[in-house]
């Protein structure tokens, strides 16, 4: 049978790095068994449900790469077919109303927890057959097995066995005849034909009542692997607090896809030691069975490494395009400076996020404000003067068509010797007063990227705030 797993998202937030692991280890094992992969929104939940939040998990998804072979499907657009099989299950004798009411319900709970048992319905409407309660709107319970036990065969965890008497007759479908999450997945899970349950362990008791659900629809189980939860940095369960965990809170912060995928297989699962996946890598070691059963830390340090390692040695052009993005959110218009590729080729040992490339590099587009003020105290006082006087005239006798990082460099080494100074001593004030900050790529390069007109105008404007500051 060829292999079929599933993303499930409930679409009440944005896509969580959790999330993204569930699916990317999903993703991969079905493209690793030349399977399909099956993107499900479980929107049910409408009080909860918005399409904003379908619209961040797309975003997610299509950001990360995580193709879907099929999909996305809706769960509110299938609300016919839970009414089937709820009908279905009804006939059959696998599930009846229950009229018990709110109160009737709390009373239940209050009476057994002061008998120090575990709450559970009591199975008061299971033989029920009399005519139907007035005045109560029934939900419909399924019908458990009441002996015997659920084997459910883990992937990750080995057998988990639950006796079927600690399960009670779970509600399907409400009042409102809405039918309810356990229901709903097992129907698809069923329909869609799905092999491999990759989901979060916060799901694990849901498990053995799906398995019985299928059971009574004579369909047969998925294999099920539960995915250990992910902890911040305090062993807390990971949540806002410890910083991002949106998905596309990471590209925003300048992360690379490559990045934060290899950051998520490793999260739970090894090769060894190594640490740096390519994808095809992934797809081709990957294996659910190998995931660790114990959960796993975040560490924002190592996806940082990750994403220096990718934004150092990933292909330029593909650096570019990610980077493109970050240059619009910055508003920096680019038909006015050098191509990205450059300027890619110019950050990439130096920049730890596409984002701090990006705002970096403004002052390759456009008039810098102001100078950084450290640095212009510092750097562009008297003593520099003659110097920047020196690299100006210098790279004023470089014809146009002949500037370059090497003619760049040529003036700057000159400027050193005839001024007696250390090439850093020259380096420093030029940097400042071409890019208004202490720090840039190398200065030929710098000054390739910007251009010999550009060069000329900011010495010269250096030079006239020096002049004016020092009358
Ligand atoms: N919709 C569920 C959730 O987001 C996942 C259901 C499943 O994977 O079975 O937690």
New binding site residues.
């Given amino acids: 049978m060829s292999v079929r797993t599933r993303f499930?998202?409930?679409p009440t937030g944005y896509l969580h790095v959790g999330g993204a692991r569930t699916a990317l280890f999903s993703w991969l094992y079905a493209r690793k068994s030349q399977g399909k992969f099956i993107l499900r929104i479980?929107d049910t939940d409408r009080e909860r449900s918005t399409q904003e939040s379908i619209d961040a998990i797309l975003d997610g998804m299509a950001w990360l790469g995580l193709q879907y072979d099929e999909g996305p499907f809706y769960q509110t657009q299938r609300m016919e077919r839970y009414r089937e099989v709820i009908q279905k299950l009804l006939d059959d004798g696998n599930a009846y109303y229950c009229y018990c009411t709110r109160e009737e319900l709390d009373e239940l709970r209050q009476q057994q927890l002061a008998n120090k048992q575990k709450p559970r319905y009591d199975g008061r409407y299971r033989d029920h057959d009399g005519p139907p309660r007035a005045g109560v709107d029934p939900v419909i319970r399924f019908r458990n097995p009441l002996e015997g036990e659920v084997v459910v065969h883990d992937l990750i965890r080995g057998n988990i066995v639950i006796q079927n008497s600690e399960l009670d007759d779970l509600i399907i479908a409400r009042s409102d005849g809405t039918p309810t999450y356990n229901l709903t997945?097992v129907v698809d899970d069923m329909d869609m034909g799905i092999t491999h349950?990759i989901?979060?362990d916060d799901?694990i008791n849901n498990t053995p009542r799906q398995i019985n659900i299928l059971r009574a629809l004579g369909a047969e189980s998925p294999q099920y692997a539960h995915v250990p939860m992910i902890l911040g940095s305090d062993g807390k369960r990971l949540s806002k607090r410890h910083g991002a965990v949106g998905v596309m809170q990471y590209r925003d912060d300048g992360f690379l896809p490559e990045a934060l995928l290899n950051y998520l297989v490793r999260l739970g699962w090894s090769y060894g030691d190594q640490e740096v996946f390519t994808l095809d890598e992934m797809i081709e070691l990957f294996d659910i069975k190998d995931v660790n059963f114990s959960a796993s830390t975040f560490n924002t340090e190592k996806l940082s490494w990750l994403n220096q390692h990718y934004i150092k040695t990933l292909d330029a052009n593909h650096i570019a395009e990610h980077l493109h993005w970050h240059m619009q959110q910055c508003g920096i218009a680019l038909d006015n400076g050098p191509p990205l590729i450059d300027l890619v080729e110019a950050y990439r040992e130096r920049a730890k996020t596409l984002k701090e490339m990006a705002s970096s590099s403004r002052f390759f587009y456009e008039e810098f404000e102001d100078y950084d003020e450290k640095a212009a105290r510092k750097n562009l006082k008297p003593a520099s003067l003659d110097v920047l006087i020196a690299l100006r005239d210098g790279f004023a006798a470089v014809a146009g068509p002949d500037w370059s990082g090497a003619a760049a460099h040529d003036v700057v080494t000159r400027a050193a010797e005839e001024n007696d100074l250390k090439l850093g001593k020259v380096a420093q004030p030029l940097r400042v007063a071409v890019s208004g900050t202490a720090v840039s790529p190398p200065i030929d390069i710098t000054l390739q990227l910007l251009g010999r007109e550009r060069t000329l105008a900011r010495i010269d404007r250096a030079i006239a705030k020096i002049t004016q500051d020092n009358p």
Wanted: charged share 20%; glycine share 12%; hydrophobic share 35%.
């Fill in positions: 499930a998202p409930s479980e997945v349950v989901r979060g799901h």
